[in-house]
């Protein structure tokens, strides 16, 4: 069965410092998906990124970037010279090609960002 | 265009009660999703809808809980006798063809207290 993992519950940074957040998956299919999530204090969620298995590739954009590493089952996104508005909850999912396509969240890792 | 719309945004309602929550998913999304937010935890799947086939209930934690879909449009997730532990953040998500590719996008969640 599929499962993430965020074992960062909390970080807090001071402005300006960079953050990495960690996400651990698994899955028994060698086809899948991995999204990002952020959820500001409005609740509503919303979509960073996605990444398919077969593109281990790291992305950049922005100030963001994702670390994708089948070998270790990671998909790591790091905020770079963070800032204030960046504070949110930030999930990692996961879908499967095989199975449903609801996603599989982690728990969130809640990032506040201090002025 | 217009995101994905929930109402009502918060609900209160007393131990006993029957409860419905609506979502307007994204004009031409043919994937609807609920999940469930709950204190400290990540979002729990509840129930998925593709276009009109029958659709994936899986996640639904109880008999309690039921959702339609009417016209491959807007969704209505109701609650019957409801109780404490179903209070929760309850979100509504849709996307274009519902495959495991596809993005999830997701509205502002409804939030239910229990008293």
């Known amino acids: 069965a599929q499962k993430v993992t965020q074992a960062q519950t909390e970080i807090s940074v001071v402005e300006k410092e960079d953050v990495t957040l960690d996400c651990v998956y698994e899955t028994r299919d060698t086809t899948y998906y991995l999204f990002w999530y952020k959820q500001p204090p409005s609740g509503e969620l919303v979509f960073l990124i996605r990444?398919?298995?077969?593109?281990?590739q790291n992305e950049i954009s922005g100030r963001y970037s994702w670390n994708f590493q089948k070998s270790t089952s990671s998909f790591n996104f790091t905020i770079t010279a963070s800032q204030v508005v960046d504070s949110a909850v930030y999930f990692c999912?996961?879908?499967?090609?095989?199975?449903?396509?609801?996603?599989?969240f982690g728990k969130g890792t809640r990032l506040s960002v201090i002025a | 265009g217009a995101g994905v719309s929930q109402s009502p945004s918060n609900k209160v309602t007393e131990k006993g009660k029957d409860v419905e929550l609506r979502c307007d998913p994204i004009s031409g999304h043919t994937a609807l999703y609920w999940y469930r937010q709950s204190l400290g935890q990540g979002l729990e799947f509840l129930i998925y809808?593709?276009?009109?086939?029958?659709?994936?209930k899986s996640g639904l934690p109880s008999d309690r809980f039921s959702a339609e879909r009417t016209g491959g449009s807007v969704s209505t997730l109701t609650i019957q006798r409801t109780q404490q532990e179903d209070s929760a953040v309850y979100l509504c998500a849709s996307s274009p063809g519902g495959g495991p590719t596809d993005t999830q996008y997701f509205g502002p969640g409804t939030r239910l207290t229990v008293l």
């Open positions: 809808f593709q276009g009109n086939s029958a659709p994936d």
């Open positions: 990444r398919n298995s077969f593109d281990e």
């Open positions: 999912a996961l879908s499967e090609d095989s199975g449903n396509t609801p996603l599989v």
